[in-house]
Protein backbone atom coordinates (compact mmCIF):
# COMPACT_ATOMS: atom_id res chain seq x y z
CA UNK A 1 0.00 0.00 0.00
CA UNK A 2 1.46 3.76 -1.05
CA UNK A 3 2.08 5.69 1.78
CA UNK A 4 0.84 9.45 1.17
CA UNK A 5 0.04 12.48 2.94
CA UNK A 6 -3.71 11.66 2.33
CA UNK A 7 -3.38 7.64 3.68
CA UNK A 8 -1.38 8.64 7.00
CA UNK A 9 -3.85 11.86 7.57
CA UNK A 10 -6.74 9.09 7.70
CA UNK A 11 -5.22 6.51 10.04
CA UNK A 12 -4.55 9.46 12.10
CA UNK A 13 -8.52 10.31 12.19
CA UNK A 14 -8.84 7.10 13.19
CA UNK A 15 -11.15 6.28 15.89
CA UNK A 16 -9.32 3.30 16.77
CA UNK A 17 -5.68 4.12 18.43
CA UNK A 18 -4.21 1.59 17.12
CA UNK A 19 -4.98 2.78 13.29
CA UNK A 20 -3.56 6.04 14.98
CA UNK A 21 -0.41 4.99 16.46
CA UNK A 22 0.21 3.50 12.55
CA UNK A 23 -0.06 6.86 11.28
CA UNK A 24 2.01 8.05 13.54
CA UNK A 25 4.82 5.23 12.73
CA UNK A 26 4.09 5.93 8.93
CA UNK A 27 4.84 9.80 9.34
CA UNK A 28 8.49 9.04 8.77
CA UNK A 29 7.88 7.71 5.37
CA UNK A 30 6.60 11.34 4.62
CA UNK A 31 8.75 14.66 3.80
CA UNK A 32 9.55 15.72 7.37
CA UNK A 33 7.84 19.23 6.78
CA UNK A 34 4.22 16.92 6.21
CA UNK A 35 5.18 14.87 8.89
CA UNK A 36 5.91 18.04 11.45
CA UNK A 37 2.56 19.37 10.07
CA UNK A 38 0.24 15.99 10.73
CA UNK A 39 2.22 15.17 14.12
CA UNK A 40 1.33 17.85 15.98
CA UNK A 41 -2.46 17.50 16.56
CA UNK A 42 -1.28 13.95 17.74
CA UNK A 43 0.78 15.46 20.59
CA UNK A 44 -2.79 15.98 22.55
CA UNK A 45 -4.64 12.53 21.32
CA UNK A 46 -6.92 11.21 24.01
CA UNK A 47 -4.87 8.00 24.18
CA UNK A 48 -1.61 7.82 25.44
CA UNK A 49 0.58 5.79 23.84
CA UNK A 50 -0.11 7.32 20.90
CA UNK A 51 0.64 10.62 22.32
CA UNK A 52 3.87 8.72 23.46
CA UNK A 53 4.59 7.28 19.95
CA UNK A 54 4.02 11.38 18.25
CA UNK A 55 6.07 12.75 20.93
CA UNK A 56 9.18 10.52 20.75
CA UNK A 57 9.66 11.38 17.10
CA UNK A 58 9.79 14.91 17.62
CA UNK A 59 13.55 14.34 18.69
CA UNK A 60 13.73 14.11 14.14
CA UNK A 61 10.82 16.03 13.14
CA UNK A 62 11.46 18.83 15.43
CA UNK A 63 13.98 20.88 13.39
CA UNK A 64 10.81 22.12 10.94
CA UNK A 65 10.19 24.43 13.31
CA UNK A 66 12.16 24.92 16.47
CA UNK A 67 9.61 27.43 18.59
CA UNK A 68 7.11 25.32 17.94
CA UNK A 69 8.66 22.19 18.83
CA UNK A 70 10.03 24.03 21.84
CA UNK A 71 6.37 25.01 23.11
CA UNK A 72 5.13 21.46 22.07
CA UNK A 73 7.65 19.67 24.28
CA UNK A 74 7.29 22.18 27.25
CA UNK A 75 3.82 21.51 27.66
CA UNK A 76 3.75 17.85 27.46
CA UNK A 77 6.79 17.60 29.78
CA UNK A 78 5.04 19.79 32.33
CA UNK A 79 1.35 19.13 31.80
CA UNK A 80 0.64 15.45 30.31
CA UNK A 81 -0.76 13.45 32.62
CA UNK A 82 1.36 10.14 31.62
CA UNK A 83 4.98 9.52 33.24
CA UNK A 84 6.04 7.92 29.57
CA UNK A 85 4.70 11.02 27.44
CA UNK A 86 6.43 13.04 29.93
CA UNK A 87 9.48 11.49 29.65
CA UNK A 88 9.57 11.09 25.79
CA UNK A 89 9.28 15.16 25.62
CA UNK A 90 12.25 15.12 28.08
CA UNK A 91 14.11 12.61 25.81
CA UNK A 92 13.55 15.17 22.88
CA UNK A 93 14.49 18.39 24.64
CA UNK A 94 17.62 17.13 25.24
CA UNK A 95 18.40 15.48 22.14
CA UNK A 96 17.42 19.11 20.18
CA UNK A 97 19.49 20.94 22.79
CA UNK A 98 16.77 23.25 24.10
CA UNK A 99 18.70 24.70 26.81
CA UNK A 100 15.36 26.82 27.27
CA UNK A 101 13.78 24.19 29.02
CA UNK A 102 16.75 23.60 31.52
CA UNK A 103 14.10 25.42 34.27
CA UNK A 104 11.07 23.22 33.59
CA UNK A 105 13.39 19.84 33.58
CA UNK A 106 15.02 20.94 36.84
CA UNK A 107 11.98 21.68 38.42
CA UNK A 108 10.09 18.74 37.27
CA UNK A 109 12.98 16.53 38.58
CA UNK A 110 11.96 17.76 41.80
CA UNK A 111 8.35 17.74 41.94
CA UNK A 112 7.51 15.06 40.67
CA UNK A 113 7.66 10.97 42.59
CA UNK A 114 8.20 9.19 39.57
CA UNK A 115 11.58 7.63 39.37
CA UNK A 116 11.16 6.97 35.67
CA UNK A 117 10.09 10.58 35.10
CA UNK A 118 13.62 11.53 37.12
CA UNK A 119 15.43 8.99 35.93
CA UNK A 120 14.57 10.61 32.40
CA UNK A 121 15.09 13.76 33.46
CA UNK A 122 18.56 13.43 34.85
CA UNK A 123 19.61 11.25 31.33
CA UNK A 124 18.16 14.20 29.58
CA UNK A 125 20.04 16.55 31.10
CA UNK A 126 23.63 15.29 30.59
CA UNK A 127 22.69 14.83 26.69
CA UNK A 128 21.79 18.48 27.23
CA UNK A 129 25.09 19.44 28.55
CA UNK A 130 23.74 22.79 29.97
CA UNK A 131 26.37 24.12 33.01
CA UNK A 132 23.65 24.63 34.97
CA UNK A 133 22.82 20.63 35.50
CA UNK A 134 25.76 20.08 37.94
CA UNK A 135 24.29 20.77 41.17
CA UNK A 136 21.15 19.11 40.29
CA UNK A 137 22.97 16.14 38.86
CA UNK A 138 24.78 16.09 42.45
CA UNK A 139 22.11 15.84 44.23
CA UNK A 140 21.12 13.01 41.75
CA UNK A 141 23.83 10.99 43.13
CA UNK A 142 22.23 10.55 46.34
CA UNK A 143 19.12 9.01 45.21
CA UNK A 144 18.16 6.00 46.68
CA UNK A 145 17.17 4.48 43.01
CA UNK A 146 20.28 2.94 41.62
CA UNK A 147 19.10 3.53 38.38
CA UNK A 148 19.01 7.30 38.51
CA UNK A 149 22.53 7.45 40.31
CA UNK A 150 23.61 5.58 37.00
CA UNK A 151 21.93 8.17 35.14
CA UNK A 152 23.83 10.91 36.97
CA UNK A 153 27.38 9.16 36.78
CA UNK A 154 26.84 8.88 33.17
CA UNK A 155 25.22 12.45 32.69
CA UNK A 156 28.27 13.91 34.67
CA UNK A 157 30.65 12.30 32.52
CA UNK A 158 28.82 13.77 29.37
CA UNK A 159 28.57 17.64 31.37
CA UNK A 160 32.48 17.38 31.30
CA UNK A 161 33.00 19.52 34.31
CA UNK A 162 36.39 18.45 36.28
CA UNK A 163 34.63 19.14 39.38
CA UNK A 164 32.78 15.98 39.58
CA UNK A 165 35.75 13.64 39.76
CA UNK A 166 36.17 13.89 43.37
CA UNK A 167 32.60 13.56 43.90
CA UNK A 168 32.64 10.24 41.63
CA UNK A 169 35.83 8.75 42.94
CA UNK A 170 33.61 6.83 45.87
CA UNK A 171 31.55 5.05 43.44
CA UNK A 172 34.74 3.02 42.55
CA UNK A 173 33.73 0.29 45.16
CA UNK A 174 30.08 0.41 45.06
CA UNK A 175 28.56 -2.79 45.22
CA UNK A 176 26.70 -2.47 41.63
CA UNK A 177 29.27 -3.19 38.94
CA UNK A 178 26.89 -1.38 36.79
CA UNK A 179 27.68 2.04 38.83
CA UNK A 180 31.37 1.19 38.62
CA UNK A 181 30.63 0.25 34.41
CA UNK A 182 29.03 3.45 34.21
CA UNK A 183 32.06 5.02 36.39
CA UNK A 184 34.72 4.06 33.78
CA UNK A 185 32.78 5.65 31.03
CA UNK A 186 32.53 8.92 33.00
CA UNK A 187 36.10 9.60 34.43
CA UNK A 188 37.11 8.53 31.08
CA UNK A 189 35.26 11.15 29.81
CA UNK A 190 36.41 13.58 32.94
CA UNK A 191 40.24 12.61 32.69
CA UNK A 192 43.04 14.27 34.94
CA UNK A 193 45.33 12.57 37.12
CA UNK A 194 42.53 11.11 39.95
CA UNK A 195 40.57 9.85 37.40
CA UNK A 196 43.41 8.24 35.77
CA UNK A 197 44.19 6.48 39.28
CA UNK A 198 40.97 5.41 40.05
CA UNK A 199 40.65 3.88 36.57
CA UNK A 200 43.87 2.01 37.16
CA UNK A 201 42.59 0.38 39.70
CA UNK A 202 38.69 -0.47 38.41
CA UNK A 203 41.43 -1.73 35.65
CA UNK A 204 42.01 -4.80 38.40
CA UNK A 205 38.26 -5.26 38.56
CA UNK A 206 36.45 -8.47 39.41
CA UNK A 207 33.59 -8.00 36.65
CA UNK A 208 35.19 -7.92 33.64
CA UNK A 209 32.91 -5.58 31.82
CA UNK A 210 34.37 -2.89 34.15
CA UNK A 211 37.76 -4.03 33.97
CA UNK A 212 37.54 -3.75 30.19
CA UNK A 213 36.13 -0.13 30.25
CA UNK A 214 38.11 1.32 32.70
CA UNK A 215 41.21 -0.25 30.44
CA UNK A 216 39.57 1.28 27.30
CA UNK A 217 39.33 4.60 29.22
CA UNK A 218 43.01 4.67 30.03
CA UNK A 219 43.96 4.73 26.49
CA UNK A 220 42.17 7.71 26.13
CA UNK A 221 42.61 9.47 29.48
Known amino acids: MTVNRESVQ ?13 GVNQLRQLDPSVAFELIQPVVNDSNARVRYAAVSQLDTLGNQ ?3 TTLAILRDRLVNDSETDVQAAAADALAALKFTEAF ?9 SSEWLLQ ?12 VRAFSILEEALTSE ?7 A ?7 GDVRAVPLLIPYATDPDW ?3 YRLAQALARLGGSEARLTLEALANDAVEQVASEARRGLETC
Do not use: H, K
Not at 12 to 18: H, N
Not at 103 to 111: A, C, E, F, G, T
Not at 145 to 151: E, F, G
Open 10 to 22: QLLSSEDFGNRIS
Open 103 to 111: DDLQQLYRQ
Open 65 to 67: DLP
Open 145 to 151: VSLIQTA
Open 153 to 159: ISSLGEL
Open 119 to 130: FSIIAALGELGD
Open 178 to 180: QIR
